[in-house]
Each structure stands twice: as structure tokens, then as C-alpha cells.
């Protein structure tokens, strides 16, 4: 039987389940599960997003969904961009659909004036995977590889007290603060600057990407998309004496799967470097977090294999490898 290449509809959510079920099949032999729960891509995938022009299609074999791509292009910067991701059912793979949805994707980011396509394509540590293979063939290039860690919280929560007593002597002139989303009004301006320097000063390979462009408007539109979603964010800050925002790491977890969280950026300002708020402002995050959440049991992260000194502050903490994310890209 052919297979047809469709929009989906994202207000049906028959349809809207059957989608998330075959991304969530097709990755489900990654050792660690990152997928979102049912309850945040019900909210995710029908929401209007200003800041984001979003591509949902199914690949169809009669009346079975097996296929899922979810492309899009930022809006508000990085504009030459767009990104994909593609998922085939188990059961059909093989079959030519990762290739029909990856057409779909490219006929999109061209369509929207985009010259780069990205993606990422996880593998075992040290080997390859169908996602690599399959961004090989048709002409991706490794852009970043990062390795993907995760850190059990049983087994490392004791080092915490330790960890912040060393820390603190270094950084007596700063408070470190952590709120829960929304952040406060007073943060705002501060937050949205360190957004705002992350892709330049984060090592990030080859990519072909520049730094994104955060106001009020738009962290109150995301801040809010995420609640609806049930994401619970905490954000630990180091402030100067003025109030200025010298470091910051974001760590979130949703909560209808507390057991997991995600830990994103964490960025010390180039002129507060050398006082060790990048693992005192990791340790309080992740001590807020589990205080709030008991559930959790592990949290994961991806750093630049490249990145020494987040690599070095992830080992105090007790991070371990446990997967490759290879951050690949396609010029159009
Ligand atoms: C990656 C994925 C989308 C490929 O879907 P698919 O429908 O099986 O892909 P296709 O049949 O179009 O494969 C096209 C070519 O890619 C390569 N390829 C795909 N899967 C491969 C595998 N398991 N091993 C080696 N090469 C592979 C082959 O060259 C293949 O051509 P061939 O079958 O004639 O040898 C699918 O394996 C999947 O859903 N993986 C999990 C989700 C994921 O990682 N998505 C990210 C994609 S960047």
C-alpha cells in the first residue's frame, strides 16, 4: 500500500494521541526516557506559538499513522533556520517513510526562505544509530556532538552540603536565589540578557546559529505556554550587591512525570568567572527541585563534548554519560 503524507490535525485528538504514540514508540529504546508525557503534548501540540512557525505531518499507510514529523522555523531570530524531527514507527521502518517526511520537512524550510535544516540524532555511546545512519545518508553533517548525562539523585544528594560549603568562600559578594516560574518582574531584564549571549558564549561547534533574541513579551508567552503544559521551572541565580544577574542554570520538571527532570543552560557572565557560582548555582537548583519534587529520581543534560568546564562541574555532581546527541545539520 502507498504511503500519503498529511497535514495533521492538530484540534482532533484521536489524531493528536496517534501522533504522540509513534514518537513515542520510535524512540523507545533510548536508555533514558525524554519523551513528553501524553498530558504535556496534548497542550503543546495545539497551542498557537507567535514566536515559531510550526509543521506537523503524518505519514499514513491506509488508516494507520506511521509516521510523525514535527518541523519548524524560529521567528524572531535565527531565521535562516529551520528544524526537524522525524519519527517512523518500528514496525515500518525501512519502508522509505523517514525519507517522505524528511521531503515534507525540507519543502517546508524552504518554503519559509530557510538555507539550514537541523536536527539531532542520539547513539550509543561510542557507536551509531538509525537516526545517524539515516541524517548521513541524505546529507547531514555533525555540526556539535554533545554527550548526554544524567545524574541519579539517590545516589549523589549527599555530596550537596559539601559541595556549597567549598563553594561558598568564592562567592561571598554574591546572593544566590532561586525562584520558580514565572520569574520575578526585577529578573527579568537580567534573564532575558543571559539568554541572550547563550549560543556565543556556549562552545557550539560548527553550527551555524546565532545568539537568540529574549524580551518580556516572549518569556512571559513561553512562561506561560509551559504552565499550561504542566512544566514546573526553577531558575537559580547569582546576583551582585546592584541586584545584576552574574549567573544563572535552569533546571526544569513537569509535573505529571516528576521522576525525571531536564537540566538546560546554566551560564556564568565572562566578568564574574572564577567564583565558582557555576556549581553553586547547579547544586541550589538541584537541591530546590528535589526538595519540591521527592519523586525525582534522576536528571538529565547535554553538554558539548568540547565544554571543560561544564563537563567538570557535571563530574562534582555526579553526572555520567549515557548517550551521544550528535546536533546535526543540512544546508538547503
Ligand atoms: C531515523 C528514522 C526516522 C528513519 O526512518 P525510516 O523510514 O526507517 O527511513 P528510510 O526507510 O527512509 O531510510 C532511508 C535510508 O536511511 C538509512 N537508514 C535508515 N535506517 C537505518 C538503519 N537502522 N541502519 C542503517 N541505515 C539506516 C538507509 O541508508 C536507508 O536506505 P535503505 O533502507 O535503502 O538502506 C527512524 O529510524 C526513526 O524513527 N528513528 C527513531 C526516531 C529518530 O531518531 N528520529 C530522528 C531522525 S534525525
Given at each position: 500500500m502507498s504511503i500519503e503524507i498529511r497535514d495533521l490535525d492538530r484540534h482532533d485528538e484521536a489524531q493528536v494521541r496517534m501522533f504522540w504514540e509513534v514518537e513515542r514508540d520510535a524512540v523507545a529504546d533510548r536508555p533514558y526516557n525524554t519523551f513528553l508525557a501524553w498530558e504535556a503534548a496534548r497542550a503543546y501540540i495545539p497551542m498557537e506559538m507567535p514566536h515559531v512557525v510550526r509543521h506537523f505531518a503524518a505519514a499514513w499507510d491506509g488508516d494507520v499513522m506511521v509516521g510523525a514529523l514535527v518541523a519548524n522555523g524560529p521567528l524572531t531570530d535565527n531565521t535562516h533556520r529551520a528544524y526537524a524531527d522525524i519519527a517512523v514507527h518500528p514496525a515500518h521502518q525501512r519502508r522509505g517513510i523517514g525519507t517522505a517526511l524528511l521531503q515534507e520537512a525540507e519543502a517546508f524550510a524552504r518554503a519559509q526562505g530557510r538555507r539550514v535544516l537541523g536536527s539531532e540524532a542520539y547513539a550509543p555511546v561510542g557507536g551509531s544509530s538509525a537516526s545517524l545512519e539515516f541524517a548521513t545518508r541524505h546529507g547531514f553533517v555533525v555540526a556539535l556532538e554533545n554527550g548526554m548525562k544524567v545524574v541519579d539523585i539517590a545516589k549523589t544528594r549527599d555530596r550537596w552540603d559539601a559541595l556549597a560549603?567549598?563553594?561558598?568562600?568564592?562567592?561571598?559578594?554574591?546572593?544566590i536565589r532561586t525562584v520558580w516560574a514565572p520569574i520575578p518582574d526585577e529578573l527579568v531584564a537580567g534573564h532575558n540578557l543571559v539568554?541572550?549571549?547563550?549560543?556565543?558564549?556556549?562552545?557550539?561547534?560548527?553550527?551555524?546559529?546565532e545568539d537568540e533574541?529574549?524580551?518580556?513579551?516572549?518569556?512571559?508567552?513561553?512562561?506561560?505556554?509551559?504552565?499550561?503544559?504542566g512544566r514546573r521551572d526553577a531558575t537559580t541565580f547569582a546576583l551582585t550587591s546592584d541586584g545584576e544577574v552574574a549567573a544563572m542554570t535552569e533546571l526544569f520538571v513537569n509535573e505529571t512525570a516528576p521522576h525525571r527532570g531536564f537540566q538546560s543552560g546554566t551560564l556564568v557572565v565572562p566578568a564574574h568567572r572564577g567564583h565558582r557560582l557555576g556549581l553553586a548555582i547547579k547544586v541550589a537548583n538541584q537541591r530546590a527541585v528535589a526538595d519540591r519534587f521527592p519523586e525525582l529520581e534522576w536528571i538529565i543534560t547535554g553538554n558539548a563534548d568540547v565544554n571543560a568546564q561544564m563537563n567538570a562541574i557535571n563530574d562534582r555532581l555526579g553526572f555520567r554519560v549515557v548517550e551521544r546527541c550528535l546536533e546535526i545539520e543540512k544546508a538547503l
Open positions: 560549603a567549598e563553594c561558598a568562600p568564592y562567592h561571598r559578594d554574591y546572593e539568554s541572550n549571549m547563550f549560543i556565543s558564549e556556549a562552545p557550539s561547534g560548527d553550527l551555524d546559529m533574541v529574549w524580551d518580556a513579551e516572549r518569556l512571559r508567552a513561553q512562561e506561560e505556554r509551559a504552565a499550561k503544559a
